[in-house]
């Protein structure tokens, strides 16, 4: 099983629509939980962190259920913009570090 | 917010050649640094942590005396790729935490390398 799984993609949406994604991971002992967006050949650039209470951030929401392992991301009213990959990220004590490790990622393509 | 860069942003090298990246934490010191690599259409996968004044310790899989990771300085880590070939080519990333950061890192812009 894989550390992080991602829906596979793309998902192709017209603007204003809502996406979720999902994300599930198999280490138990992991820390902290993110989403990142990630631009055709740039640098992943961090969304938003990922709290068990749930968090919001604009049109953007993500959840964490520690107990299935499970994280999503919500978007609301989509943007042409909001066209990139979405990478789900995941922190883990590893060796005594404090290492990340990324799925996947899913594209998610809106269009006019 | 912090920034990290790096250089080249891309480079094309014959098969057999050495290249050197460097990544720099331009507003922070960088305790520890992060080199990742990503092939098309999949994930980041780390290559190795570096710790400044201390070797780097690389993960499973990841050849220590192919990929050179040096980290002499709290804003510089350097990553050479030695006698490259062509299934070297890839999007190389390094990312770079300061020592009041717990999780958080900050990502370069990545290196494109192709080997010809």
């Known amino acids: 099983r894989k550390e992080v799984e991602q829906d596979p993609g793309p998902f192709n949406v017209p603007e204003g629509a809502t996406v979720a994604f999902n994300c599930t991971y198999s280490?138990?002992?992991?820390?902290?939980f993110f989403w990142y967006r990630q631009d055709c050949r740039k640098e992943p650039k961090l969304l938003m962190s990922?709290?068990?209470s749930g968090n919001e951030d604009g049109r953007f929401t993500a959840q964490l259920n520690r107990a299935s392992q499970y994280i999503s991301l919500l978007i609301r009213d989509s943007k042409l913009s909001d066209s990139a990959t979405y990478l789900c990220?995941?922190?883990?004590?590893?060796?005594?570090?404090?290492?990340?490790?990324f799925g996947k990622g899913t594209m998610l393509l809106v269009s006019p | 917010g912090a920034v990290v860069s790096q250089h080249p942003s891309w480079v094309i090298c014959k098969s057999g050649t050495s290249v050197k990246i460097e990544c720099r934490s331009l507003?922070?010191?960088?305790?520890?640094m992060f080199w990742y690599r990503q092939f098309p259409k999949q994930s980041l996968m780390l290559m190795a942590t570096?710790?400044?004044?201390?070797?780097?310790?690389?993960e499973q899989g990841v050849e220590k005396d192919k990929f050179l990771i040096n980290h002499a300085s709290l804003t510089l880590s350097t990553l050479t790729v030695t006698s490259a070939h062509p299934e070297d080519s890839s999007f190389y990333i390094c990312?770079?935490?300061?020592?009041?950061?717990?999780?958080?890192?900050?990502f370069g812009p990545g290196t494109r390398l192709t080997v010809t």
């Open positions: 990312s770079a935490r300061d020592w009041a950061s717990a999780y958080e890192q900050y």
């Open positions: 280490n138990s002992a992991s820390q902290s």
């Open positions: 990220v995941v922190n883990a004590m590893n060796s005594g570090y404090s290492t990340l490790t």
């Open positions: 990922v709290y068990s």
């Open positions: 507003d922070f010191q960088a305790t520890t």
């Open positions: 570096s710790n400044e004044g201390s070797k780097a310790t690389y």
